[in-house]
C-alpha cells in the first residue's frame, strides 16, 4: 500500500474557507498536526475531529521506498496554473469586445455567424443536457454562450470514444483532434462549433492543458481497461471529468464578495467532476462489464474478497455490498468538497451548478436503493425529482459563499 505524508494546510477544498482568520490561528496553534499519514484511500492519522477527510497530497512513498508525486499532486500543479492565470487576468480586467466584432482568423464567418453558431451549442446543450441548459439561461448571455460551447467541444471528444464511430477511432485520430484543438486555440477554427469555442477563449482566461489532458483521457479508454489502484483512477477521472470544472471556472467567474482564494475554487471545481465521474462509473458497472472494462480499483477489490470475475457474473453478494458502500462514501466525500466551493462563485453562475451537484449525487442514492445492484439495472434520477431538486439548486444558490459566513461567525 502507497503511504502519503500531506500537510494539514495543504492547499484543496478542504481549505476553502481559508479566508477566515479565525481558521488559520487555529492551525496556527497546533504545529503538531502540520502533517498526517494517509493512505491512497484518505484514512488519515492526526485529522482533525470533524474536519474533512479529503486531502491533496504531497509526497507518495512506494513500497520499495521511493518518492513518487501521486496523481492528486500532479492534477494540483494543474489547477495552480489554472488560478494563476486567472489571477493575471482579474488584475489586468478588460472588457470583452461585442461577439459581433471578434472574428476567428482563417474561417469565413457570414453576417451573424458567430450567433448562429453559438445558438447552435446552445441547442445541443438543451437537447442533451436539459436540466444543466435551464441553469445556464440564468447567466449572463456572454457566460452562458461560452458555457455552451465548452460544453459542446467536451460532447464531440467524448463522442470520439463512446459515439456511434468509436469503433474506428485511432490514437492517429486523437492527434489529429489535438492538432484542431491547437489551431481553434491559435485562432484557426474548423467549423462554426469550433468558432464558438474559439471566441469564447478570447473573451476568458482559458488555458488549453485542461482540454488536452481531456484528449489524454480519451486515449487512456482506448489503450487502458484496468486500473490497479485509485491513484491512477483518480487520474483517468480528472482526464475525462475534472477537466471540465477547470475549464468552466473562468467563465462561471468567482463572487467579487469571496474571501476563498481562487485556488480553492478551481479544487471545488476539480473534486465536483471526480465525483460526477466516480458516480457514473459505480452507476455503469454492468454496462462497462458488457464492454470488457473495469472502472474499479483492482487492489480495493482484491481486499473484498472480489475479482473481475465477480464483476461479469453480475451477482450482488454481500461482499459486494460492502465494497459499493466504500465506493459511494468516496465519491460523497467529493461532492462534500465540491459543495462550499459552488458557494463561491459568482451567484448568476451557481444554479446549474448547483443543480448539476445535487441531481448526480442522487444517482448513488439511487444505488443503494437498487440494493447495489448496478449490474442489471440502471440507477437514474426520476423526472419528479429532478423537478424538485430544481427550487432546492436555485435555493443554494442564493446563500453568501461560505467563505463569507464562515468568517462572519
Same mark, same amino acid.
Not at 47 to 73: C, D, F, I, K
Not at 109 to 115: C, D, S, V
Not at 237 to 245: D, L, M
Not at 257 to 268: C, D, F, I, L, R
Given at each position: 500500500?502507497?503511504?502519503?505524508?500531506?500537510?494539514?494546510?495543504?492547499?484543496?477544498?478542504?481549505?476553502?474557507?481559508?479566508?477566515?482568520?479565525?481558521?488559520?490561528?487555529?492551525?496556527?496553534?497546533?504545529?503538531?498536526?502540520?502533517?498526517?499519514?494517509?493512505?491512497?484511500?484518505?484514512?488519515?492519522?492526526?485529522?482533525?475531529?470533524?474536519?474533512?477527510?479529503?486531502?491533496?497530497?504531497?509526497?507518495?512513498?512506494?513500497?520499495?521506498?521511493?518518492?513518487?508525486?501521486?496523481?492528486?499532486?500532479?492534477?494540483?500543479?494543474?489547477?495552480?496554473?489554472?488560478?494563476?492565470?486567472?489571477?493575471?487576468?482579474?488584475?489586468?480586467?478588460?472588457?470583452?469586445?461585442?461577439?459581433?466584432?471578434?472574428?476567428?482568423?482563417?474561417?469565413?464567418?457570414?453576417?451573424?455567424?458567430?450567433?448562429?453558431?453559438?445558438?447552435?451549442?446552445?441547442?445541443?446543450?438543451?437537447?442533451?443536457?436539459?436540466?444543466?441548459?435551464?441553469?445556464?439561461?440564468?447567466?449572463?448571455?456572454?457566460?452562458?454562450?461560452?458555457?455552451?460551447?465548452?460544453?459542446?467541444?467536451?460532447?464531440?471528444?467524448?463522442?470520439?470514444?463512446?459515439?456511434?464511430?468509436?469503433?474506428?477511432?485511432?490514437?492517429?485520430?486523437?492527434?489529429?483532434?489535438?492538432?484542431?484543438?491547437?489551431?481553434?486555440?491559435?485562432?484557426?477554427?474548423?467549423?462554426?462549433?469550433?468558432?464558438?469555442?474559439?471566441?469564447?477563449?478570447?473573451?476568458?482566461?482559458?488555458?488549453?492543458?485542461?482540454?488536452?489532458?481531456?484528449?489524454?483521457?480519451?486515449?487512456?479508454?482506448?489503450?487502458?481497461?484496468?486500473?490497479?489502484?485509485?491513484?491512477?483512477?483518480?487520474?483517468?477521472?480528472?482526464?475525462?471529468? &475534472?477537466?471540465?470544472?477547470?475549464?468552466?471556472?473562468?467563465?462561471?467567474?468567482?463572487?467579487?464578495?469571496?474571501?476563498?482564494?481562487?485556488?480553492?475554487?478551481?479544487?471545488?471545481?476539480?473534486?465536483?467532476?471526480?465525483?460526477?465521474?466516480?458516480?457514473?462509473?459505480?452507476?455503469?458497472?454492468?454496462?462497462?462489464?458488457?464492454? &470488457?472494462?473495469?472502472?474499479?480499483?483492482?487492489?480495493?477489490?482484491?481486499?473484498?474478497?472480489?475479482?473481475?470475475?465477480?464483476?461479469?457474473?453480475?451477482?450482488?453478494?454481500?461482499?459486494?455490498?460492502?465494497?459499493?458502500?466504500?465506493?459511494?462514501?468516496?465519491?460523497?466525500?467529493?461532492?462534500?468538497?465540491?459543495?462550499?466551493?459552488?458557494?463561491?462563485?459568482?451567484?448568476?453562475?451557481?444554479?446549474?451548478?448547483?443543480?448539476?451537484?445535487?441531481?448526480?449525487?442522487?444517482?448513488?442514492?439511487?444505488?443503494?436503493?437498487?440494493?447495489?445492484?448496478?449490474?442489471?439495472?440502471?440507477?437514474?434520477?426520476?423526472?419528479?425529482?429532478?423537478?424538485?431538486?430544481?427550487?432546492?439548486?436555485?435555493?443554494?444558490?442564493?446563500?453568501?459563499?461560505?467563505?463569507?459566513?464562515?468568517?462572519?461567525?
Amino acid at each position: 500500500m502507497a503511504i502519503m505524508l500531506v500537510r494539514a494546510s495543504s492547499p484543496g477544498l478542504s481549505n476553502a474557507a481559508s479566508g477566515s482568520r479565525h481558521t488559520k490561528r487555529k492551525r496556527a496553534r497546533a504545529p503538531a498536526r502540520s502533517w498526517m499519514l494517509c493512505s491512497l484511500r484518505y484514512a488519515c492519522l492526526g485529522m482533525e475531529p470533524g474536519r474533512s477527510s479529503a486531502v491533496y497530497s504531497s509526497l507518495t512513498v512506494n513500497p520499495a521506498g521511493e518518492a513518487v508525486v501521486s496523481s492528486e499532486q500532479k492534477v494540483y500543479d494543474v489547477v495552480l496554473r489554472q488560478a494563476a492565470l486567472l489571477k493575471r487576468q482579474l488584475r489586468t480586467q478588460a472588457p470583452a469586445p461585442p461577439i459581433l466584432d471578434v472574428r476567428p482568423q482563417d474561417l469565413e464567418i457570414p453576417r451573424n455567424g458567430l450567433k448562429e453558431a453559438y445558438d447552435r451549442c446552445g441547442e445541443i446543450c438543451e437537447e442533451y443536457a436539459k436540466t444543466f441548459y435551464l441553469g445556464t439561461l440564468l447567466m449572463t448571455e456572454e457566460r452562458r454562450r461560452a458555457i455552451w460551447a465548452i460544453y459542446v467541444w467536451c460532447r464531440r471528444t467524448d463522442e470520439l470514444v463512446d459515439g456511434p464511430n468509436a469503433n474506428y477511432i485511432t490514437p492517429t485520430a486523437l492527434d489529429r483532434w489535438e492538432k484542431r484543438l491547437e489551431d481553434l486555440f491559435a485562432g484557426r477554427p474548423y467549423d462554426m462549433l469550433d468558432a464558438a469555442l474559439s471566441d469564447t477563449i478570447s473573451r476568458f482566461p482559458i488555458d488549453i492543458q485542461p482540454f488536452r489532458d481531456m484528449i489524454e483521457g480519451m486515449r487512456s479508454d482506448l489503450r487502458k481497461a484496468r486500473y490497479k489502484n485509485f491513484d491512477e483512477l483518480y487520474m483517468y477521472c480528472y482526464y475525462v471529468a &475534472g477537466t471540465v470544472g477547470l475549464m468552466s471556472v473562468p467563465v462561471m467567474g468567482i463572487a467579487p464578495e469571496s474571501k476563498a482564494t481562487t485556488e480553492s475554487v478551481y479544487s471545488a471545481a476539480l473534486a465536483l467532476g471526480i465525483a460526477n465521474q466516480l458516480t457514473n462509473i459505480l452507476r455503469d458497472v454492468g454496462e462497462d462489464a458488457r464492454r &470488457g472494462r473495469v472502472y474499479l480499483p483492482q487492489d480495493e477489490l482484491a481486499q473484498a474478497g472480489l475479482s473481475d470475475e465477480d464483476i461479469f457474473n453480475g451477482v450482488v453478494t454481500n461482499r459486494w455490498r460492502n465494497f459499493m458502500k466504500k465506493q459511494i462514501k468516496r465519491a460523497r466525500m467529493f461532492f462534500e468538497e465540491a459543495e462550499r466551493g459552488v458557494t463561491e462563485l459568482s451567484q448568476a453562475s451557481r444554479w446549474p451548478v448547483w443543480a448539476s451537484l445535487l441531481l448526480y449525487r442522487q444517482i448513488l442514492d439511487e444505488i443503494e436503493a437498487n440494493d447495489y445492484n448496478n449490474f442489471t439495472k440502471r440507477a437514474y434520477v426520476g423526472k419528479g425529482k429532478k423537478l424538485l431538486a430544481l427550487p432546492v439548486a436555485y435555493g443554494k444558490s442564493l446563500l453568501l459563499p461560505y467563505s463569507l459566513r464562515n468568517s462572519q461567525s
